[in-house]
């Protein structure tokens, strides 16, 4: 129950989320389906490494525990920014934990679940 703006109170009806599926079959069919089913991928923001880090160095550290998908290395966006390399990192989807797992990450870096907003991003967010 809740209440509405003239304090009455109304009962909240929760609706059950819409049923989807999709489709697996990569069989020859009559029917076929014009998109292709993207790899689920998980997006890590780690930063605070070495200025001079490139994303060929952070992939190659990654290479034997995680799934990388895509690496970029983020712009600094305000001076303080520019003593440290930070980076947006997208690895497979079964990989989401790994990433959090004691793998090495050296000491002071910062590895952290990428937080989306619902503003447009552009190229170089972080």
Known sequence: MTRDGAGNWTEVVRKKPPRKITGQCNTEQKIKAAAKEE????HVFVGRLDADTTESD????LE?????ISCR???????WQEKY?????????????????????????????????GRKHDENDG
């Open 39 to 42: 790899p689920k991928a998980w």
């Open 73 to 79: 290395k983020l712009l600094p966006r305000v001076k």
């Open 64 to 68: 034997s525990d995680v799934t990388v």
């Open 85 to 117: 390399a930070a980076f947006r990192l997208s690895v497979a989807y079964n990989c989401r934990n790994t990433i959090f797992e004691d793998i090495g990450w050296p000491l002071g870096a910062d590895v952290r679940d990428w937080v989306f907003t």
């Open 58 to 61: 952070l992939e190659e550290f």
